[in-house]
């Protein structure tokens, strides 16, 4: 899997991650200049192996865009997965989800919401649904919140939304 090790932290420490309790071999993109992800440098780190890249739209410090639609166009021509962190983008510009597999933003940026909430876009068919992690009154279907004999997750990407999660910020 493809990243950029010098991204937000939001986007790098969970693919490290799964290096470190996956072995998941990740592949560390090198710019000349902090933040300039340019199709030409992703796709020269793409081989035959590759399974995923990720990215984010907007490099957070410098501002440089993400080609991510020549990126996307040719990711898709090679079977390759694309995850694109569009926190710094989606709310500010257009952004086409027809060149991505999966897209995730929190809202509390350009789409002036609050903290924790936010979108996690899957493009339909792009592979089987993982399964959830955990299981709560809003991802296992509970019509009209009643408990059911057998856990059965929503079809939907709600499958992934457990319920109410706690906020806390240290610094109060």
Same mark, same amino acid.
């Given at each position: 899997?493809?990243?950029? =090790? /010098?991204?937000?932290? *939001?986007? +790098?420490?969970?693919?490290?991650? %799964?290096? !470190?309790?996956?072995?998941?071999?990740?592949?560390?993109?090198?710019?000349?200049?902090?933040?300039?992800?340019? =199709? /030409?440098?992703?796709? *020269?780190? +793409?081989?035959?192996?590759?399974? %995923?890249? !990720?990215?984010?739209?907007?490099?957070?410090?410098?501002?440089?865009?993400?080609?991510?639609?020549?990126?996307?166009? /040719?990711?898709?021509?090679?079977? +390759?997965?694309?995850?694109?962190?569009?926190?710094?983008?989606?709310?500010?510009?257009?952004?086409?989800?027809?060149?991505?597999?999966?897209?995730?933003?929190?809202?509390?940026?350009?789409?002036?919401?609050?903290?924790?909430?936010?979108?996690?876009?899957?493009?339909?068919?792009?592979?089987?649904?993982?399964?959830?992690?955990?299981?709560?009154?809003?991802?296992?279907?509970?019509?009209?919140?009643?408990?059911?004999?057998?856990?059965?997750?929503?079809?939907?990407?709600?499958?992934?939304?457990?319920?109410?999660?706690?906020?806390?910020?240290?610094?109060?």
């Amino acid at each position: 899997m493809i990243f950029y =090790p /010098e991204d937000y932290p *939001a986007n +790098v420490y969970p693919w490290q991650n %799964l290096e !470190a309790t996956r072995g998941v071999r990740i592949v560390p993109l090198k710019p000349a200049r902090v933040g300039e992800i340019t =199709p /030409e440098l992703v796709l *020269a780190a +793409v081989t035959s192996k590759t399974k %995923l890249v !990720a990215l984010a739209s907007c490099h957070f410090l410098t501002g440089y865009r993400l080609d991510y639609r020549a990126i996307g166009e /040719e990711l898709h021509k090679r079977g +390759v997965l694309f995850c694109m962190d569009g926190i710094q983008s989606v709310g500010a510009t257009a952004v086409d989800v027809a060149y991505v597999d999966f897209l995730s933003a929190d809202s509390h940026k350009w789409m002036l919401g609050p903290s924790g909430a936010g979108i996690f876009y899957v493009k339909k068919g792009t592979l089987q649904p993982p399964s959830p992690r955990a299981g709560g009154f809003v991802d296992i279907h509970s019509p009209n919140f009643i408990a059911q004999p057998e856990i059965k997750f929503e079809s939907t990407a709600r499958r992934y939304e457990p319920g109410s999660l706690y906020y806390w910020d240290s610094k109060e």
